[in-house]
């Protein structure tokens, strides 16, 4: 019997500073998402940061958190309570890290009668600290619990034309009744050496500039990559005017050199040097909206922009639950049900 299960990023339980330091420290001690040695990353994480930034991290849910609870959780039931609708096969959900946990998104599946899963993991790009780390997981879940069960899980989307589609007519539907004068692109930032250390050639990722637009296998596992041509790819399907558009990356941690230009300092320069009134922003590494693009983005974001001399910023929500990428994942599920 085939099933499905569909793999967010996860939330805290609640917005209390507890809760929030459990969840970060089981998401910052993943070793794919700070990959240090193990004495290393303890002490940043155990000895640092989850001294201090839990607290403020509750203070950010706090502003974001929503009555049914975590956006992020909420969201993604309704995805897959409309992806349920559309298909026979049994449809689970599941978080990498919090709850439900991968495990129980598997063991909910296995109690079903399955053993033939479709792993999705929600994110249209390729990642070691998001697509690889849940592919990583639940092949080791699979070996140590469900010996007999086969897992198969759907690669990067970002380039699949019916994902762009969906994603060009989500912020196209947003934007058709406001004025703006630029569309920025955030997405989530990784530390340059994640790059580095998904190239599968060990030599064509530089960073340069250039590498990202010469034709490479490397692309497969390319973050930077895949987040330029995701870019690239709505500005062809919508015919945006490239002049208009830029690309840049939010979040950061440490002092390593993460993805640039960063969105912070892009949104401030789009409005004293450049001039922008009208800011249109869009998160397409995150398929539900969550703390980074509710409250990072479209509060700290277009607090930063009007006190630069902004006037107008528009944050486009993530395609969430939205019909046609609804229709999008169904049509993959579909696929996966009529092999045999």
Known sequence: ?????????????????????KYLGEFLMDERVIDLPLWLRTFIVKGIILNTRPKKS????????????????????????????????????????????????LQELYDKGVKDVLLIPLYPQFAMATTETITVLAEELRQAHFNDMKIT????FYNKPEYVKALSNSIKDYLSDKKYDHLLFSYHGVPERHIRKSDITKSHCKIDGSCCNNSSKAHEFCYRHQCFQTTKNVIKELNLDESKVSTSFQSRLGVDPWLQPYTDRTIV????????????????????????????????????????????????????????????????????????
């Not at 019997?1 to 330091?21: E, I």
């Open 58 to 105: 509750a203070e950010a849910y706090q502003k974001i958190w929503w009555k049914e609870g975590s956006p992020l959780i909420v969201l993604s039931e309704r995805l897959q309570n409309k992806v349920q609708q559309k298909t026979e096969l049994p449809v689970a959900l599941a978080m990498r890290y919090g709850n439900p946990s991968l495990k129980s998104g």
């Open 269 to 340: 320069s789009k409005a004293e040097k450049d001039g922008v009134k009208n800011l249109a922003i869009v998160t397409p590494a995150f398929v539900s909206d969550c703390l980074e693009t509710l409250e990072e983005i479209a509060m700290e974001g277009k607090e930063e922009f009007l006190e630069a001399g902004g006037e107008n910023f528009y944050t486009v929500p993530c395609i969430n639950d939205n019909t046609e990428w609804v229709n999008v994942l169904s049509g993959w599920i579909h696929d996966f049900d009529s092999k045999k």
């Open 153 to 156: 899980d759907i690669p990067a």
């Open 1 to 21: 019997m085939k099933g499905v299960l569909l793999v967010n990023l996860g939330s805290p339980k609640s917005t209390d500073p507890k809760d929030v330091k």
